[in-house]
């Protein structure tokens, strides 16, 4: 469970979903020996040419490239590199099988990062993962997409290290339930209107405030960064923020309905 880090069998692992998955679309398209099936070729090609810049005419089709480009991804780069190709390939391919693949070698080894619904995700323990999947269970109720949304791109934004960005949509994803529920266009009214339905204990309703306060007043997290000063913010303050508001979303959610 150690974040920025994937271990030797998970990398093997992702590397044998990808080249099982390669060898069947070659049986399914009866490609000539050594290109690629029609998926895979879409895949490589269309990475080639928007993450790679890559033109169209220069880029090979055949297995053998894709694996002298791909393979050093998942064998010897960063966590960062290495997680991002598997989250790009899990939003392009069609179908689901990839990711339903991607996802169970992930969780049965123990990642710090689990792929969900094709975002890459950082669970620094198994208490957090809970909480972010029980806030993206209730947000599948009519009405809260908007929340779902924001927790994901939290998540992933948090994988890529852009902190900042990870505890602000974290803390939007609770303003968005928050409007949903109520109606209301600030945090602390709609708490107050909630707490009319449901009474909640002061020192609770105070803390939930602080928590937005603290984002609202942060430099460079819910406004622009002022000079060259940078965002008092890091791993540590945007792992905290995404499990906690998740934990919130789900207890509004619940208190609400």
Same mark, same amino acid.
């Given at each position: ?85 598997? /989250? ?13 693949? *991607? ?80 109606? /209301? ?22 803390? *939930? ?30 792992? *905290? ?6 934990? *919130? ?9």
């Amino acid at each position: 469970m150690a974040l920025k880090t994937v271990s030797p069998v998970l990398r093997a692992r992702l590397w044998d979903v990808i080249y099982s998955s390669v060898e069947r679309d070659q049986r399914r398209s009866r490609t000539s020996l050594g290109y690629l099936g029609d998926e895979w070729a879409r895949l490589y090609r269309t990475h080639a040419v928007t993450q790679r810049a890559r033109f169209a005419d220069s880029v090979e089709t055949t297995k053998n490239q894709l694996v002298t480009n791909w393979r050093p991804v998942l064998e010897k780069l960063n966590y960062v590199h290495a997680l991002g190709l598997v /989250e790009w390939l899990a939003r392009n391919s069609s179908g689901e099988q990839l990711s339903r693949e *991607f996802a169970q070698a992930m969780e049965e080894e123990h990642c710090a990062y689990r792929l969900i619904e094709n975002n890459i995700v950082p669970i620094a323990s198994e208490e957090e993962g809970r909480a972010i999947y029980s806030a993206l269970e209730v947000t599948s109720r009519p009405g809260l997409g908007g929340a779902r949304a924001h927790l994901l791109k939290a998540g992933s934004s948090l994988t890529t290290g852009q902190y900042a960005d990870s505890v602000r949509e974290s803390i939007h994803a609770v303003e968005s339930v928050a409007r949903s529920l109520t109606g /209301e266009a600030s945090l602390q009214k709609a708490l107050a209107e909630i707490s009319k339905k449901h009474p909640m204990h002061p020192a609770l309703k105070q803390g *939930f405030n602080n928590i937005y306060g603290y984002t609202s007043d942060a430099n460079g997290i819910r406004h622009p960064m002022i000079g060259d000063e940078a965002a008092m913010v890091g791993e540590v303050e945007a792992i *905290f923020m995404l499990s906690s508001c998740a934990a *919130f979303v789900t207890y509004l959610a619940n208190v609400a309905s």
